[in-house]
């Protein structure tokens, strides 16, 4: 049979009018089925390229982060998708539909933006229902709908306040609950948590995890430069540099296993150590590395025998440990050090230090008295704990691409 034609809503980023409209939609997607797909989009702004044949998939369900430095094309591929950037080639296809010419209103998608965009005379019952009314939904059914949606976000409560009686964190959650009454198949998000401080973001976090178990049929793409959030709420991440993307899979894998130095760096804080492959893997899949005069053994990525000697040793910080003074032993991946500084963070120590002239540091655990600055100590590390990357022989000191992901981070 026949799709039929379903009337959805569509939302626009800045009024927050929402408006009836009638597109075929297919029968509904089983979880994890290609829901969205951007086909070689092209978007420029006048001469600036801000998206160049950009190719990604979205699966039905999941939820999905674009991370990446300021003008990397995050927020412009949420604005062409949803139809508020036109694109210049390329195709985006919703379920098997290209809704590349379609208007916003037309998408029928959830949106949620860092300016709530509330209607302050209207109550916040009556800005949750504001969509439904546009779309001619019985009163009685506007009623059910905005009351479920209102308890979702644990905002029943409130249904007779104006947004200006309520904290960031109540008018975010009337935010949601205003994109999810319209029931879309898509919900999108620039930038939710911006504008909240630390204590509501963690909670308003909670709240969009809960939100994503209890609506597993929901799309969700979010826009954000907050890591913590990305990593914590999302199924994949997808990392942009200058309208490109450089690395796309679930957090824990981009996070342990980066693909490129730039991932490496970008995502959380990591050590990188030049260092020169001796040896192909053995039969436990370990590789020979040499750190100038130590030698050291770290487990070989897939692949790794078509690639260069010349290579980067990633470690995190938490995964060094420091060997306490007088133990007996010989640990594998020992390393002399020079102990720069130590900076006490509460729940541990920072320390710094430099091994065979490169920087590194580590996270020491406050039940232990880190070294002096200006002694000699010995750290370790797990084979299985550091990561290798190919080094080119053109890369120095700190590329443009680590440049940019380390002032990313400070901003």
Same mark, same amino acid.
């Given at each position: 049979?026949?799709?039929?034609?379903?009337?959805?809503?569509?939302?626009?980023?800045?009024?927050?009018?929402?408006?009836?409209?009638?597109?075929?939609?297919?029968? /509904?997607?089983?979880?994890?089925?290609?829901?969205?797909?951007?086909?070689?989009?092209?978007?420029?702004?006048?001469?600036?390229?801000?998206?160049?044949?950009?190719?990604?998939?979205?699966?039905?369900?999941?939820?999905?982060?674009?991370? %990446?430095?300021?003008?990397?094309?995050?927020?412009?591929?949420?604005?062409?998708?949803?139809?508020?950037?036109?694109?210049?080639? %390329?195709?985006?296809?919703?379920?098997?539909?290209?809704?590349?010419?379609?208007?916003?209103?037309?998408? %029928?998608?959830?949106?949620?933006? $860092?300016?709530?965009?509330?209607?302050?005379?209207?109550?916040?019952?009556?800005?949750?229902?504001?969509?439904?009314?546009?779309?001619?939904?019985?009163?009685?059914?506007?009623?059910?709908?905005?009351?479920?949606?209102?308890?979702?976000?644990?905002?029943?409560?409130?249904?007779?306040?104006?947004?200006?009686?309520?904290?960031?964190? $109540?008018?975010?959650?009337?935010?949601?609950?205003?994109?999810?009454?319209?029931?879309?198949?898509?919900?999108?998000?620039?930038?939710?948590?911006?504008?909240?401080?630390?204590?509501?973001?963690?909670?308003?976090?909670?709240?969009?995890?809960?939100?994503?178990?209890?609506?597993?049929?929901?799309?969700?793409?979010?826009?954000?430069?907050?890591?913590?959030?990305?990593?914590?709420?999302?199924?994949?991440?997808?990392?942009?540099?200058?309208?490109?993307?450089?690395?796309?899979?679930?957090?824990?894998?981009?996070?342990?296993?980066?693909?490129?130095?730039?991932?490496?760096?970008?995502?959380? $804080?990591?050590?990188?150590?030049?260092?020169?492959?001796?040896?192909?893997?053995?039969?436990?899949?370990?590789?020979?590395?040499?750190?100038?005069? $130590?030698?050291?053994?770290?487990?070989?990525?897939?692949?790794?025998?078509?690639?260069?000697?010349?290579?980067?040793?990633?470690?995190?910080?938490?995964?060094?440990?420091?060997?306490?003074?007088?133990?007996? %032993?010989?640990?594998?991946?020992?390393?002399?050090?020079?102990?720069?500084?130590?900076?006490?963070?509460?729940?541990?120590?920072?320390?710094?230090?430099?091994?065979?002239?490169?920087?590194?540091?580590?996270?020491?655990?406050?039940?232990?008295?880190? /070294?002096?600055?200006?002694?000699?100590?010995?750290?370790?590390?797990?084979?299985?704990?550091?990561?290798?990357? /190919?080094?080119?022989?053109?890369?120095?000191?700190?590329?443009?691409?680590?440049?940019?992901?380390?002032?990313?981070?400070?901003?």
């Amino acid at each position: 049979m026949p799709a039929q034609a379903v009337s959805r809503p569509g939302t626009d980023f800045a009024p927050g009018l929402v408006v009836s409209a009638c597109i075929n939609w297919n029968k /509904p997607l089983e979880p994890g089925e290609p829901h969205i797909r951007f086909k070689a989009v092209t978007v420029r702004y006048g001469k600036r390229t801000a998206l160049a044949d950009f190719d990604l998939t979205i699966n039905a369900g999941e939820a999905l982060a674009l991370l %990446g430095p300021s003008g990397s094309g995050k927020t412009t591929i949420l604005r062409a998708l949803a139809g508020f950037t036109p694109i210049e080639s %390329g195709r985006i296809i919703l379920k098997n539909a290209d809704i590349s010419s379609k208007s916003p209103q037309q998408r %029928g998608f959830g949106i949620v933006v $860092q300016n709530y965009a509330f209607f302050p005379h209207m109550s916040v019952a009556d800005n949750v229902a504001f969509g439904l009314r546009a779309r001619s939904v019985p009163r009685a059914e506007i009623q059910s709908v905005v009351a479920e949606y209102l308890t979702l976000v644990g905002m029943i409560d409130y249904a007779k306040c104006h947004p200006h009686e309520l904290s960031g964190g $109540q008018q975010q959650r009337i935010a949601l609950a205003r994109a999810l009454a319209i029931r879309p198949d898509v919900l999108l998000m620039d930038e939710p948590l911006s504008a909240l401080d630390a204590p509501l973001r963690r909670e308003m976090l909670n709240e969009l995890i809960r939100l994503h178990r209890q609506l597993p049929d929901l799309t969700m793409l979010f826009v954000t430069h907050d890591q913590s959030e990305a990593l914590a709420l999302a199924d994949r991440v997808g990392l942009l540099r200058e309208g490109r993307l450089l690395a796309l899979d679930a957090p824990k894998n981009l996070y342990e296993r980066p693909p490129n130095r730039f991932t490496a760096e970008f995502l959380g $804080q990591t050590n990188l150590l030049k260092v020169e492959a001796t040896a192909h893997p053995d039969g436990d899949g370990l590789v020979m590395v040499r750190l100038d005069s $130590q030698t050291l053994m770290v487990k070989a990525p897939d692949g790794w025998d078509n690639r260069r000697n010349a290579c980067w040793l990633c470690l995190r910080p938490h995964q060094v440990s420091l060997k306490p003074e007088g133990s007996e %032993g010989a640990r594998v991946n020992t390393l002399d050090c020079m102990v720069l500084a130590h900076e006490w963070k509460g729940s541990h120590y920072r320390v710094s230090v430099e091994v065979e002239g490169q920087p590194l540091h580590l996270e020491a655990n406050v039940g232990l008295t880190p /070294p002096q600055a200006g002694t000699r100590a010995a750290l370790f590390f797990s084979p299985a704990a550091a990561w290798l990357l /190919p080094r080119e022989s053109s890369e120095g000191g700190e590329s443009s691409g680590a440049g940019e992901a380390r002032k990313a981070k400070e901003n």
